[in-house]
């Protein structure tokens, strides 16, 4: 059993070896050539620091052949420089090389992951195997590096076991035991302190999200301030970070007492050394020269053995991130999967969800369930209904953000598949409750684009309700989000939750979409600043598709339909006139919005 364990423990290093050298090879070939270039350079070239010294002292100690003297100490001094020199050259265009492939594997690995199925994506365990692949991908040619080193001292092996040869075959077998013991002393603390680094991830994620509040000050911390907590996150904190460092201690230690018995091993092994060397000089006659060739041999000999274990028990460590990053990278884009139709939405369009369900991966639980809706081009639905009634989920699977698990979603009688997946997006103009905020310029993050017409920019920061803003800032529409640079305050700021909220929805009417989506459009506006943006927003869409999901009822008097969502399905459809004639859900929901409101009037009239 061990011996079927080992052995698949060495094809898995092997085997993520060999994938991550063929992701790099599909990178840039050049940079493996030159790597494998200076693994020969530096494997050889040194060799003359051993050897020479010793000629050097059995000559003077000899013949004293003045100009053989001279050679070999040419060779002992030219070789350093001309090492460094063939090494200058090749690092100057390997390190171009590099710089080039990091960025190529950082876009390829952006690429990927945005382009994997959110329904994947969002899941715990793809997340966890996310950052556990980031970590390998951002040191990707680190395993040219280990296999560089590797083979490096495997050359020297070869060259040095033949002079240690010469003097006993018997001394190899005992460096290669020594190295042996001290590799699997190794071993079992790079495998202790994988298990320790795996368990500290879980806390480390937590410390970074909950400390990054305590360090915001002011800005992130109002509630920690007002509700007197701080003590209590502060605690929290703190004793996540004890119990990280107790977990550090504890792989300190695994590596502290390995150092012990390799420090061990090798006293006993030089000893030996020494004691077998002094008697063959006093005894036999070994020249001086010699027994300083031997002596360096032997220790660069064991040294190159030591790389060779270490380097090959480093790639066994990284070989088991490689697999969570070979893992990650080969999850389907199913979401990237385009058909090659030009999809139209015209007046006469519909987008018809035909008996959709939808549950996440490795769940029983359905978030949509038969789901049969029509949307028409020349109507606004306003969706409504409580967290968790499917009316997210329901505008993921309308964007093909999400694949129905069951049913099919239907444009103009064609399913959504059948389209080209970038065109059929672009016919969406979202304003989602948790959008996204760039650290970009203002006009950036509204065009999102690299030119723009200035004149339609600020007609739509206009109507947008953004023209108080943009008169506030010094660098106008150029002023960045967010204060990126401590010499450059004048030219940023920091928006507000209610100009965030028009940023996000000025986006919307500059890309100007057939289909115009809001999720919770105004959730960070205050009621009046609500009923001027739907005032302004029912007038700039008036001849657009848009689906509407609110909690605040008010809004649906800007909706031709109304769909009330609850636990995953349609409850109720209809005109806002024909639910609430209807006495079901939609006007109890109705109601009691209502009745709060007309209650805080009275209240406050009684006051």
């Not at 006993?168 to 202790?192: D, R």
Request: aromatic content about 12%; glycine content about 6%; overall charge neutral.
């Amino acid at each position: 059993m061990e011996k079927n364990k080992k052995k698949q423990n060495l094809r898995n290093t092997f085997n993520a070896t060999k994938y991550m050298l063929g992701f790099i090879w599909r990178g840039d070939k050049k940079y493996i050539f030159l790597k494998g270039i200076m693994v020969l350079l530096n494997a050889i070239l040194p060799l003359s620091y051993i050897t020479m010294p010793g000629f050097i002292i059995n000559e003077l100690s000899g013949l004293q052949r003045v100009e053989v003297v001279f050679a070999y100490i040419a060779v002992l001094l030219v070789v350093p420089i001309l090492n460094h020199f063939i090494n200058l050259i090749i690092n100057r265009y390997v390190d171009k090389l590099a710089m080039e492939l990091n960025l190529k594997f950082e876009a390829e690995y952006f690429h990927h992951t945005l382009g994997m199925d959110l329904e994947y994506l969002e899941t715990p365990e793809v997340t966890q195997m996310k950052y556990r692949a980031m970590d390998i991908y951002t040191n990707t040619l680190s395993i040219v590096d280990r296999l560089g080193t590797l083979f490096t001292a495997i050359f020297r092996i070869v060259a040095l076991s033949a002079i240690i040869f010469t003097l006993n075959p018997i001394i190899i077998l005992m460096i290669f035991l020594v190295v042996y013991i001290n590799s699997l002393i190794t071993k079992w603390a790079n495998f202790q302190e994988y298990l320790l680094n795996k368990e500290k991830g879980k806390y480390d994620r937590f410390i970074y999200g909950l400390a990054n509040w305590l360090r915001e000050g002011v800005a992130g911390c109002l509630e920690i301030r007002l509700l007197n907590i701080k003590e209590m996150f502060i605690d929290i904190v703190v004793d996540k970070k004890r119990t990280v460092n107790k977990l550090t201690l504890k792989s300190n230690a695994n590596w502290s007492y390995a150092g012990l018995l390799n420090t061990i091993i090798g006293f006993i092994q030089q000893s030996l050394l020494y004691v077998y060397l002094v008697h063959l000089v006093i005894v036999k006659g070994l020249a001086i020269g010699s027994f300083t060739i031997y002596l360096s041999t032997i220790e660069q000999f064991t040294n190159s053995l030591n790389n060779v274990m270490q380097s090959f028990l480093e790639l066994a460590k990284t070989s088991l991130g490689i697999q969570d990053f070979k893992k990650f990278m080969e999850i389907p884009l199913s979401y990237q999967i385009s058909g090659d139709m030009i999809p139209v939405f015209d007046k006469n369009s519909t987008i018809e969800f035909k008996n959709v369900s939808f549950k996440y991966p490795n769940s029983d639980v359905y978030a949509l369930r038969n789901m049969n809706l029509v949307l028409r081009a020349n109507e606004k639905l306003c969706i409504v209904g409580v967290n968790g009634s499917g009316k997210s989920t329901f505008i993921k699977l309308l964007t093909r953000l999400y694949r129905p698990t069951e049913g099919e979603i239907l444009l103009n009688g064609v399913n959504i598949n059948e389209y080209d997946i970038v065109k059929y997006q672009s016919l969406f103009s979202p304003v989602f409750q948790d959008f996204a905020l760039y650290w970009m310029t203002l006009s950036e993050n509204i065009v999102l684009e690299k030119e723009f017409d200035e004149k339609k920019l600020l007609s739509v920061m206009d109507r947008s309700g953004l023209t108080p803003l943009l008169n506030k800032l010094p660098a106008g529409y150029n002023a960045h989000l967010y204060s990126y640079n401590q010499w450059d305050e004048e030219n940023s700021f920091s928006p507000s939750g209610g100009e965030g909220q028009r940023i996000a929805i000025a986006r919307a009417v500059y890309h100007n979409s057939s289909i115009f989506l809001l999720d919770e459009p105004t959730a960070a506006i205050d009621p009046v600043a609500e009923y001027q943006i739907y005032t302004q927003f029912n007038e700039m869409i008036t001849d657009k598709c848009a689906v509407l999901i609110t909690h605040r009822l008010s809004a649906v008097q800007l909706a031709d339909k109304v769909a009330v969502f609850e636990n995953g399905s349609l409850k109720e459809y209809g005109t806002h006139q024909q639910l609430y004639e209807k006495n079901g859900t939609y006007a109890d929901m109705f109601n009691k919005q209502a009745k709060f409101y007309v209650d805080g009037t009275q209240a406050y009239d009684q006051n």
